[in-house]
């Protein structure tokens, strides 16, 4: 079955360090991949997005993520982290019949 | 550009009642869906149109959960009678065709008490 697997429901860093987010999927051919982020009573806001071509894509904010068919994974990561940046991190895939499925999320907890 | 709005942000009901979330589209989208997200869970879609069609309603309680999406740009979702555990955030979001971003409202958040 088509799935999106975050393995970590929370990680905590201190502010300035770098972060890195996993996402791993499964599906038959390879989805259209996605991190979406969303702060308290927010909706989801699109950090950016991998359809083909360059397996390194840059995001919003100054994230990026790194497509890796080998490992199925689409890893989220930032340099330095701010502590704005505290919030939760959903990684998504849309597959060939155009159903967006989500992973569980990750929650970000930033330390001053 | 406008984004996703739905409203209303908020509503208490009682177990039994009914209930409905109205969602406006980014002008032009063609894809329309409904996501339910329970505190601490990931989004689940309930239900995606294409135009005024139904493209996926596979986890959409039919039996208490309605939507519809006529003319094609307006949706509203509705829940009757509701359910203890239909408490939760209902999402809507749009893209302009299925495999491109979505882009989400701010959610209606739903207590049943």
């Known amino acids: 079955a088509q799935s999106v697997t975050q393995p970590d429901i929370h990680i905590t860093v201190s502010e300035g360090a770098s972060l890195e987010l996993r996402c791993n999927y499964s599906y038959g051919a390879t989805p259209y991949l996605f991190w979406y982020v969303q702060s308290p009573g927010q909706g989801l806001q699109l950090l950016l997005k991998?359809?083909?071509?360059?397996?390194l894509v840059q995001g919003i904010k100054g994230f990026e993520a790194e497509f890796k068919r080998s490992q199925s994974s689409f890893n989220l990561r930032k340099p330095s982290v701010h502590w704005s940046d505290a919030a939760e991190y959903f990684c998504a895939g849309v597959s060939g019949t155009y159903k967006y499925i989500f992973g569980t999320g990750t929650r970000l907890k930033v330390l001053a | 550009e406008a984004g996703v709005a739905q409203s209303p942000r908020y509503k208490i009901i009682e177990k039994r009642q009914s209930v409905a979330f109205w969602c406006n589209p980014i002008s032009g989208h063609a894809t329309l869906y409904w996501y339910q997200q329970i505190l601490g869970q990931g989004p689940k879609l309930l239900i995606q149109?294409?135009?005024?069609?139904?493209?996926?309603d596979s986890q959409l309680p039919k039996d208490r959960f309605s939507a519809e999406r006529l003319k094609g740009v307006d949706s509203t979702l509705k829940i009757q009678p509701a359910k203890l555990e239909d408490s939760a955030v209902y999402l809507c979001?749009?893209?302009?065709?299925?495999?491109?971003?979505?882009?989400f409202g701010q959610g209606t958040r739903l207590t049943v008490v």
């Open positions: 979001a749009s893209s302009l065709d299925r495999n491109t971003e979505a882009f």
């Open positions: 149109f294409q135009n005024n069609g139904v493209v996926d």
């Open positions: 991998y359809f083909s071509g360059d397996t």
